[in-house]
């Protein structure tokens, strides 16, 4: 005698404490899926606290779950912090994703893994899924091996590849997007902004509605699965989001500098990687919020400046 499980549908969310994972978990929570979220540093009180590298902890919750499906959103995502700790990130990005590869097949779960552009060199855009990688990052490398990781232990999980992300951030450095805020914010001194690189800033948003009409497009239709890609379509560099967020919000941009040069500093970053998403619009999937009104859903809890909140909102 089973229990009536009402919604029926379950799914596990990792990462749900990071800034995707927080968006695609109210995505399905509020879309009548019974969603577990788990985390590590942040987990509790809401969701369970799990170690990925810890085989037999995600086993059991596994097992004792039983998900239709799983979102893989947790991964080490700053390039930077990759080139610093190779070890740790190729243990999450890599070897957790493919063991989670394998427990999904284990409960016969349909496996989302979250990927990146990054994968790709940024020197032929646009990109489609079967176009090949060549990630000029260690970060790049690392998604690229769980993507491997991932699709060798289970063939009929799904990659999904996305660009850079920003939405509702508890911490504005929690998106490259949003972390500029600050910068655009204090115009008293004048930033050097990059105008060099390419980037499609798309809504976390989105991308969580992305994964649940996969999942449940897959749920009608088990030949969904294989690479896909998802991304916003307004082509932008850091300087001209920058300029953006200043026009949303009516602040100056005069202070903002264009820097055009290739940054020579940190992790090597593709100039543009445009990911084709025409697979996925064919099978009727897709979401794309303009980025001005979402930077602004995104960015007015931390404005400086109260009385125009008050002007705008009341």
């Known amino acids: 005698q089973e229990d009536v499980d009402i919604p029926s549908r379950r799914v596990l969310i990792t990462g749900a404490t990071g800034l995707l994972g927080r968006a695609v978990f109210k995505e399905f929570n509020e879309n009548n899926w019974n969603a577990v979220g788990c985390g590590y ?6 969701f369970e606290q799990i ?3 810890d085989s037999v902890a995600v086993h059991d919750i596994i097992h004792e779950f039983q998900p239709h499906v799983i979102v893989h959103c947790a991964a080490e995502r700053r390039p930077d912090v990759v080139e610093s700790q190779p070890d740790a990130a190729s243990q999450l990005n890599v070897a ?3 063991n989670l590869a394998k427990e999904a097949v284990g409960v016969g779960a349909f496996l989302i893994y979250i990927s990146t552009d ?4 940024g020197t ?5 899924e079967t176009d090949i990688p060549n990630p000029l990052n260690l970060y790049g490398k690392t998604k690229l091996e769980g993507e491997k990781a991932v699709l060798e232990n289970n063939e009929d999980a799904a990659v999904l590849r996305i660009p850079v ?8 450095e929690e998106s490259a997007v949003t972390v500029m805020f600050d910068k655009v914010q204090f115009s008293n001194k004048s930033a050097n902004m990059d ?5 499609f800033p798309t809504n976390v948003k989105d991308v969580a509605t992305v994964c649940r009409q996969l999942a449940e497009k897959r749920m009608l239709d088990p030949s969904v699965k294989g690479t896909f890609h998802w991304s916003s379509n307004e082509q932008m560099t850091k300087y001209e989001m920058a ?3 200043a026009d949303a919000f009516n602040l100056p941009s005069s202070h903002l500098r264009p820097i055009t040069d290739c940054p020579v500093v940190g992790a090597l970053r593709p100039r543009n990687a445009q990911l084709d998403c025409s697979k996925l619009e064919m099978l009727g999937i897709g979401q794309r919020t303009p980025f001005r009104a979402g930077i602004k859903e995104s960015l007015w809890p931390f404005l400086v400046d109260k009385r125009w909140r008050q002007t705008v909102f009341h």
Do not use: M, T
Not at 118 to 121: E, P, T
Not at 124 to 128: E, F, Q, R
């Open 41 to 46: 540093r942040r987990a509790q009180p809401r």
């Open 51 to 53: 170690n990925l590298l």
């Open 96 to 98: 957790a994703s493919g």
């Open 118 to 121: 990054y994968v790709f060199d």
């Open 124 to 128: 032929s855009p646009p990109y489609k």
């Open 165 to 172: 992300l920003y939405g509702e951030v508890e911490r504005l």
């Open 195 to 199: 105008h060099w690189q390419q980037r």
């Open 243 to 245: 300029c953006a967020i």
